[in-house]
């Protein structure tokens, strides 16, 4: 079935101003889940001929249409994803109790099976066990291969086995139906896991014709790493080629022994020659691109950074960690929240650079539901930023 078309008007708040403007191509979406997405207060929304739109003729269900995660602002995709890592929250509460039984089951057959009466008893099994000990030893030099030490092993064994060879059959498939039991559960959580993860990186990931395309120079092969590759591939999937304009020319070159860092003049990202830390590193560095390429994006995370520590003093990098260097400086926020990493408070002395979209965009390529978390609104702001939202 074709998607549905209808006009409508979108009201968005802009620095406390009210815009508006009018979207040709709204399409009403199920959520990621198959929920129906309602877009501001508008709820179910009918077409002309009466039916909703995710019906087809006749009322019959038409199959969901994939959201359209690439047109998404950033608020849009952050609402859109904390739904469902709000769902998800919630089943992992429920899995909690689902484990902690599971677990006590298993506990509970290998406390039945070691309980059932043996051919010896404790006591025996006991003098059994320091006899074979004592055997093994006899040499001088601990030897458990001896005639001697294997038949007081085989004796042992057959004091500890069970007296009722079929209750112990019973007993042992307990515990391994328990077992099987608490792995198959573990798979499930694990798959669900994963398929979350998916999602974000899914709703992340522009569609082809919005994506940017880098033009790289430099050191061809540093640029040619597989981690330095994924990172670039990364990055383009992350960022509109509306967000670069016409700056997409990016020059690869080795940092060597110094950290990795992004020069605005010429637009050169110097990487560690070891690799750093794969993609993220590479990532962040674009992320100093980024911020460069489109004037919107640094003053969004500028006024970001200045709004968020309005009055708080500045600090030494130092104080943070010891591998910063002197004059490396930073402002805590002072809006009652914290930085994920005090690095995203970074003042730049020549000013009109920071650390957020570097930082936030690293953390959309690697961990973006962590961010989402921890700073829904620094989420939002570093997608439209990538997007060209702004
Ligand atoms: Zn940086």
């Known amino acids: 079935m074709e998607d549905l078309i209808i006009p409508r008007v979108v009201a968005r708040l802009v620095d406390g101003r009210i815009k508006l403007h009018i979207d040709l191509k709204f399409n009403p979406n199920h959520g990621p889940d198959g929920r129906f997405t309602t877009y501001g207060s508008g709820g179910r929304i009918q077409t002309p001929g009466g039916e909703s739109p995710h019906f087809g003729p006749g009322g019959k269900p038409s199959k969901p249409t994939a959201p359209k995660y690439s047109k998404m602002s950033g608020e849009e995709l952050a ?109 499930k959580v694990r798959a669900k896991n994963k398929a979350a993860k998916e999602q974000f990186h899914t709703a992340l990931t522009l569609d082809k014709e919005d994506r940017a395309s880098l033009d790289i120079r430099g050191d061809k092969k540093l640029a040619g790493k597989t981690s330095v590759k994924k990172g670039i591939a990364r990055y383009e999937e992350l960022v509109s080629a509306e967000a670069l304009g016409e700056r997409s020319r990016v020059y690869i070159e080795n940092a060597g022994r110094e950290r990795a860092f992004y020069r605005d003049s010429d637009g050169s990202v110097h990487l560690e020659s070891g690799g750093g830390r794969g993609i993220a590193t590479v990532v962040h560095e674009l992320g100093h691109h980024l911020e460069h390429a489109s004037p919107a994006a640094r003053h969004a995370a500028v006024m970001f950074r200045r709004e968020k520590t309005v009055g708080s003093p500045t600090k030494s990098l130092k104080t943070v960690s010891k591998a910063y260097d002197r004059d490396e400086i930073y402002k805590e926020r002072s809006d009652g929240k914290k930085w994920i990493d005090p690095y995203m408070g970074k003042i730049y002395r020549r000013g009109g650079s920071t650390e957020l979209l570097s930082m936030g965009l690293e953390m959309l390529a690697t961990k973006p539901d962590v961010l989402l978390k921890k700073d829904p609104e620094l989420f939002a702001l570093v997608v439209n930023a990538a997007r060209g939202k702004l």
């Open 79 to 187: 609402k859109e994803l904390q739904s469902a890592a709000d769902k998800r929250d919630a089943e992992k509460k429920e899995e909690a109790k689902e484990r902690k039984k599971l677990k006590t089951a298993y506990k509970q057959a290998q406390k039945e099976r070691e309980g059932l009466p043996t051919v010896g008893s404790a006591a025996e099994i006991e003098a059994a066990r320091d006899k074979w000990n004592a055997e093994c030893k006899k040499g001088g030099k601990w030897d458990s291969t001896t005639p001697e030490a294997k038949a007081v092993w085989a004796e042992l064994n057959r004091l500890r086995s069970p007296k009722d060879a079929k209750a112990a059959a019973l007993a042992d498939k307990k515990v391994s139906e328990a077992g099987k039991a608490s792995a198959s559960f573990e798979d």
